[in-house]
């Protein structure tokens, strides 16, 4: 099962601390998306995510409600891959991720992830992938939703 932790977002920034913080990403308003990619995981998780997470309301409208998508808004989306959202604690103390992808489906999959997003008429900011960053957000809310494909 594919997972994402959604951030709202004022803005938020990814630098590569091995290449003098170098910044790769940036958006203003909008979503900072943690996705991480399980063994399991093929194009149709990749394609029912995106579509969930570019359609989510979760802006407000003149009202106040939460009821804006990130296209509604002009809102932006920042991508970075994190295998660690697959973490399993049950034993011990060091976190096991044995149920997240090798590298490089995961990388195939993430990529292809970006592709849907475009698809929406959103064109993602991204992180470096398998790369030491440094991410850096100020929450809008805050607002955090974790999703993965299993409950989709």
Known sequence: MMRACIQRVKQSRVLLPDKNNECIGRIEQGFLVLLGVGCGDGEKEAV????????LRVFEDPEGKMNLSL???GGRILVVSQFTLFANCQRGNRPSFTEAAPPDLAEKLY??????VRKYGIEPETGAFRQNMSVELINDGPITIF???DFL
């Open 111 to 116: 990529l292809f992830f970006l592709e849907e």
């Open 71 to 73: 296209s509604q808004i």
């Open 48 to 55: 029912l995510l995106a579509k969930k997470i570019c359609n």
């Open 147 to 149: 999703m993965d494909t």
